[in-house]
């Protein structure tokens, strides 16, 4: 179990680390907002997200097919 978590962990840690810091936040708020709040929160998150450095190296690094590399900017 402990080799699982820790493979799980490091494939989370080469996200980009804003994002992943607002998916955090957006599943642990989402327990305590309806339907229609949660999917507004999520749009405003995606708008702020797609203005990051990290948006613009992953969009890059997928074209030119390597690894991205991000600064959490």
């Known amino acids: 179990l402990m080799s699982t978590a820790e493979e799980f962990a490091k494939e989370i840690m080469g996200k980009p680390p804003l994002a992943i810091?607002?998916?955090?936040?957006?599943?642990?708020s989402s327990l305590d907002l309806d339907?229609?709040?949660?999917?507004?929160?999520e749009a405003a998150s995606i708008a702020l997200i797609?203005?990051?450095e990290d948006f613009k190296e992953g969009i890059t690094a997928f074209l030119e097919k390597r690894k991205p590399r991000f600064k959490g900017v």
Do not use: P
């Open 21 to 28: 810091r607002l998916a955090k936040r957006l599943i642990n």
């Open 35 to 41: 339907i229609r709040t949660g999917l507004a929160y």
């Open 50 to 52: 797609s203005t990051t």
